[in-house]
T-cell receptor, first 113, second 109 residues
Framework: DVKVTQSSRYLVKRTGEKVFLECVQD?????MFWYRQDPGLGLRLIYF???????EKGDIPEGYSVSREKKERFSLILESASTNQTSMYLC????????????FGSGTRLTVV | GIQVEQSPPDLILQEGANSTLRCNFS?????LQWFHQNPWGQLINLFY???GTKQNGRLSATTVATERYSLLYISSSQTTDSGVYFC???????????FGAGTRLTVKP
């Protein structure tokens, strides 16, 4: 089975902290994605990556950055966490940019206090 | 960018009832998928269906690409069907997946 692993299930951070959310996939997928999920808004794309060291902005990149130094790992960085970044964060990977084989991690629920 | 609208936002059923969930999208799509998010937050792909009709057990889906909508049918619903159902699309211009806001389904015993 393809596995997408997110390092933390629950995370509580203080306003202003630098926060790292880690995502690792084990099936050699080129494409990786970060979404945030909020009630009534569905999943919104933050950043995605088609290859190592490559990144593209999604719909809501403000306040976030990403890093992809290795093919299997895609990190989401909150440079200075704010309370409006309290959300569920979901990572996904896919071998096909058109979406076939899309696999999600189980999510990280981040609370910023 | 493409708009993806799902209806209804919430649906409550008794076990055994049938339901239809709808997804409208505003542009031509290369791919359309339906996902189920279980109460523990895990998202599972149900169908890849950019056009046509597919069936998998009690679930089936139809996409009419020319009219830009897709329907997910759930028959003889069970409590384990509860969760949020998402429609997601990939357009020809952008190789990333965009989601609707979801339909929250609650099936009562």
């Amino acid at each position: 089975d393809v596995k997408v692993t997110q390092s933390s299930r629950y995370l509580v951070k203080r306003t202003g902290e630098k926060v790292f959310l880690e995502c690792v996939q084990d099936m050699d997928h080129e494409n990786m994605f970060w979404y945030r999920q909020d009630p009534g808004l569905g999943l919104r794309l933050i950043y995605f990556s088609y290859d190592v060291k490559m990144k593209e902005k999604g719909d809501i990149p403000e306040g976030y950055s990403v890093s992809r130094e290795k093919k299997e790992r895609f990190s989401l960085i909150l440079e200075s966490a704010s309370t409006n970044q309290t959300s569920m964060y979901l990572c996904a990977s896919s071998p096909d940019p058109a979406g076939y084989g899309y696999t999600f991690g189980s999510g990280t629920r981040l609370t910023v206090v | 960018g493409i708009q993806v609208e799902q209806s209804p936002p919430d649906l409550i059923l008794q076990e055994g009832a049938n339901s239809t969930l709808r997804c409208n999208f505003s542009d031509s799509v290369n791919n359309l998928q339906w996902f189920h998010q279980n109460p523990w937050g895990q998202l599972i792909n149900l169908f890849y269906i950019p056009s046509g009709t597919k069936q998998n057990g009690r679930l089936s889906a139809t996409t009419v690409a020319t009219e830009r909508y897709s329907l997910l049918y759930i028959s003889s619903s069970q409590t384990t069907d509860s969760g949020v159902y998402f429609c997601a699309v990939v357009t020809y211009n952008n190789n990333d997946m965009r989601f609707g806001a979801g339909t929250r389904l609650t099936v009562k015993p």
